[in-house]
């Protein structure tokens, strides 16, 4: 699987509606300080179900839409929607049938986030397992933020334990037996 675009509405610095082709073989995104660059992988980790505005860089979840500035009002609503290609069908089985995924988040202010695959209403869980299933996610090894590698070094062993399981793609597998024992 392969993620194709990224459509942002109203996150953060994104207010109009941006929409990034992500083509094989792109390396990089450059900017100047302040541009945004952040915020792109943040609304990646957003879409994959990120629930902790600390890891966004904010205070409150609502602190995603964008906060305007002096000549543009604030919206009411910010909208992340990215394309995962499915060529191969490799997707987890309740997803294989199509040919490519398209997952999408919407938060409204105070009222909480929506979302969605294919169009379909689904809980913020089924989003990150489904990008657990495909050994990627809000908190996966593939991103790595700012202080991530020092983290790691000084990790307890329990939480590096997690890493590798997440890099042997198990992640999902065990999210689901912990469900399982809540219920
Ligand atoms: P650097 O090269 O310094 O790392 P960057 O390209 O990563 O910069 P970002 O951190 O992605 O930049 O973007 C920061 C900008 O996003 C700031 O100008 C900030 O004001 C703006 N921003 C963040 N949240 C919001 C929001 N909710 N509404 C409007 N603008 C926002
Ligand atoms: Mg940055």
Redesign the pocket.
């Known amino acids: 699987m392969h993620f194709d675009r990224l459509r942002l509405r109203g996150f953060?610095?994104f207010v109009e509606e941006t929409d990034f082709t992500i083509s094989p073989g792109l390396t990089g995104v450059v900017?100047p300080?302040?541009?945004?660059?952040?915020?792109?992988v943040e609304a990646l980790r957003w879409v994959m179900g990120e629930n902790s505005a600390r890891q966004m860089r904010s205070g409150a979840m609502d602190?995603?839409?964008?906060?305007g500035t002096s000549t543009r009002p604030p919206r009411s609503f910010a909208e992340v929607v990215v394309t995962l290609g499915n060529p191969d069908r490799t997707a987890p089985p309740a997803y294989n049938d199509s040919p490519m995924l398209e997952i999408s988040r919407r938060i409204d202010r105070e009222a909480g986030s929506t979302y969605r695959i294919n169009g379909r209403e689904v809980r913020a869980r089924d989003v990150q397992l489904l990008f657990a299933d495909i050994a990627t996610g809000a908190h996966s090894t593939a991103i790595v933020s700012q202080g991530r590698i020092g983290q790691l070094i000084n990790a307890r062993p329990v939480d590096r334990r997690r890493i590798l399981e997440e890099a042997a793609g198990i992640t999902g597998l065990h999210s689901r037996r912990h469900e399982s024992e809540l219920r």
């Open positions: 953060k610095s900017g300080n302040g541009c945004g660059k952040s915020n792109l602190d995603v839409i964008f906060a």
